[in-house]
């Protein structure tokens, strides 16, 4: 079964310091990571895709099989981050893609 | 342009009532889904359809009919309206290969009264 866990349901953090948003998945096959953001009131956008290994708005995120976890980090935290961040899993071609609950980043001035 | 748009924006209406929220796409993709963001902004799977054909249908009420005329618009539709139905409804396509993203819709907030 595919499972994404997002521990933290809200993360404050102070402008300039860094930001780790946890994600650990449960999934039997070839995970496919994603980290999605929605601002307020604003349609959920793609952020990262673990397969494209980049770096979009400072932020980053490396898929670790043995701990089974796509952590998302930003080493200087700007107050435009303040978001709802989800982590997805995805994998097989006919498995679909589930969200985990989701986190609050909330950057401190 | 707006590659997936959905409509209405808002859409207030009382219990019982029957509405229907609708959906396109212009990216070409093969496939589109309907997840639902309540109020805890839990987002979660209701139906995903691929050229036309149902392939995912998630535990979700009866009361809520997926209609896919082609594959570049689905929509839905919801009878016999109840309070729990109240959320945002985000529509979404992608192309049905390993690891393509989805691209959302902007979301439909439903309330019920």
């Known amino acids: 079964a595919q499972r994404v866990t997002q521990p933290e349901k809200l993360l404050s953090v102070f402008k300039g310091a860094p930001v780790e948003l946890k994600c650990n998945y449960s999934y039997s096959g070839s995970p496919e990571l994603f980290w999605y953001v929605q601002y307020s009131r604003q349609r959920l956008q793609l952020l990262l895709r673990h397969i494209s290994r980049e770096s979009i708005k400072g932020f980053t995120a490396d898929l670790n099989k043995g701990e089974t976890s796509f952590h998302l980090k930003k080493p200087f935290a700007q107050e435009e981050d303040s978001a709802m961040y989800y982590c997805a899993l995805g994998g097989n071609r006919d498995d679909k893609i589930i969200f985990g609950k989701g986190t609050r980043l909330h950057i401190l001035p | 342009d707006t590659a997936v748009s959905q409509t209405p924006k808002y859409l207030v209406t009382q219990m019982g009532n029957d509405k229907s929220i609708k959906c396109e796409q212009n990216l070409g993709h093969d496939t589109m889904y309907w997840y639902k963001q309540d109020s805890k902004k839990f987002l979660k799977i209701m139906f995903s359809y691929n050229n036309k054909e149902l392939i995912i249908n998630e535990t979700v009420p009866n009361r809520f009919s997926p209609k896919s005329p082609d594959k570049a618009h689905l929509n839905l539709h919801i009878n016999s309206l109840e309070l729990g139905d109240s959320a945002v409804y985000f529509c979404?396509?992608?192309?049905?290969?390993?690891?393509?993203?989805?691209?959302f819709g902007n979301g439909t907030r439903l309330t019920v009264t």
């Open positions: 979404a396509s992608s192309q049905r290969d390993r690891g393509q993203p989805l691209h």
